[in-house]
């Protein structure tokens, strides 16, 4: 069975500082990963994802993710952190092609509360 | 384009109560899902629909049922409300993808807040 963790609840950082939202996930295969973020009252929006090639992942709004596999890892990552990206952050992992019906569930961490202080 | 969306957004129930949560998509998705978010649980999926005609259970479905009216809709039914189903619940539809249906990002509705007393 496929799992993700997301081992910080919160994270906090003042304005114009680097972040990183941490994801480890246990999946048999290569993974699909993908980043979500949430704001209040609002339903999750795709940031970026990883499927296959370059490790380094480019997503909106200036974040960016980097897979390790040796390390399980999809860290979620921003060289300057904004005021507005204080939002729940959630990581997801589903199977590879061919899994069988589990090839059509994401998997979701618990969410990190990002909140960036002016 | 509307994207997804879901009626109604706000719904309190009693104890033993049937509800129906409605979700559509303008996206001509094939698949589409419900998830429910509780506290401290992320996303949990609840049912999901590969295609029209087509409906599987995902992890957490006692409780609820679904139906795929059409291609554009897909309802969750709570046929006697119980006081754990209190929580925020989304509805989400994707790009089909026969070979590989989850590379594409899920669009997720603006979500239903039910509580139940």
């Known amino acids: 069975a496929q799992s993700v963790a997301q081992p910080e609840d919160q994270v906090n950082v003042a304005e114009g500082n680097p972040l990183t939202v941490k994801c480890t996930y246990s999946?048999?295969?290569?993974?699909?990963l993908f980043w979500y973020v949430q704001y209040p009252n609002r339903g999750l929006q795709f940031l970026l994802k990883?499927?296959?090639?370059?490790?380094l992942v480019k997503g909106s709004y200036g974040f960016e993710a980097e897979f390790n596999k040796s390390q399980t890892s999809f860290h979620l990552k921003k060289p300057s952190a904004l005021v507005s990206d204080s939002a729940l952050y959630f990581c997801a992992v589903s199977p590879p092609p061919g899994s069988g019906a589990g090839s059509y569930q994401l998997t979701f961490g618990k969410g990190t509360k990002l909140s960036v202080i002016p | 384009n509307a994207g997804v969306t879901q009626t109604p957004k706000f719904q309190v129930l009693k104890t033993g109560q049937s509800m129906t949560l409605q979700c559509a998509q303008d996206?001509?998705?094939?698949?589409m899902y419900w998830y429910r978010q509780d506290p401290g649980m992320g996303l949990r999926l609840i049912y999901y629909s590969a295609s029209e005609g087509t409906t599987d259970k995902g992890e957490v479905p006692n409780g609820y049922n679904v139906s795929r009216l059409n291609k554009r809709e897909f309802s969750l039914r709570l046929e006697s409300a119980a006081p754990s189903q209190t929580s925020v619940y989304f509805c989400?539809?994707?790009?089909?993808?026969?070979?590989?249906?989850?590379?594409?990002?899920?669009?997720f509705g603006p979500g239903t807040r039910l509580t139940v007393t």
């Open positions: 996206m001509n998705h094939n698949s």
């Open positions: 989400a539809s994707t790009r089909d993808g026969i070979a590989a249906p989850l590379s594409y990002e899920q669009y």
């Open positions: 990883y499927i296959t090639g370059d490790n």
């Open positions: 999946v048999s295969g290569n993974p699909y």
